[in-house]
């Protein structure tokens, strides 16, 4: 079971990127599943997730920015982040659950600067 997260890199602020999560085997056995991020020095904290019921959640910092979803045909969770802003430069890691485990993608990098 493995889940491989990709599309990180620099951007300038207001910028877009589009990070994956590959899953192996269907997504739909990671329930819930989301995106974490880790700034230095700080906790890793949920930026966006879907529930195990198919409902969206997003931290107040990604409302309006971000946007979750998932493409089922490539058993791959996205992240759409537009409008970036140097706070959010962070390590992005994909989470979810399965068979009582929770998995972790190894973490893509996301660097807003000018």
């Known amino acids: 079971v493995q889940l491989q997260a990709s599309g990180g890199g620099l951007v300038q602020p207001g910028g877009s990127l589009r990070l994956s999560c590959a899953a192996s085997?269907?997504?739909?056995?990671?329930?819930?599943m989301g995106w974490y991020r880790q700034a230095p020095g700080k906790e890793r904290e949920l930026v966006a997730s879907?529930?195990?019921?198919?409902?969206?959640n997003y931290a107040d910092s990604a409302k309006g920015r971000f946007t979750i979803s998932r493409d089922t045909a490539k058993n791959t969770l996205l992240l759409q982040m537009n409008s970036l802003k140097i706070e959010d430069t962070a390590v992005y890691y994909c989470?979810?659950?399965?068979?009582?485990?929770?998995?972790w993608g190894q973490g893509t990098q996301v660097t807003v600067s000018s």
């Open positions: 989470w979810g659950p399965h068979s009582g485990i929770d998995y």
């Open positions: 085997g269907s997504i739909f056995s990671f329930q819930p």
């Open positions: 879907f529930t195990r019921v198919g409902i969206t």
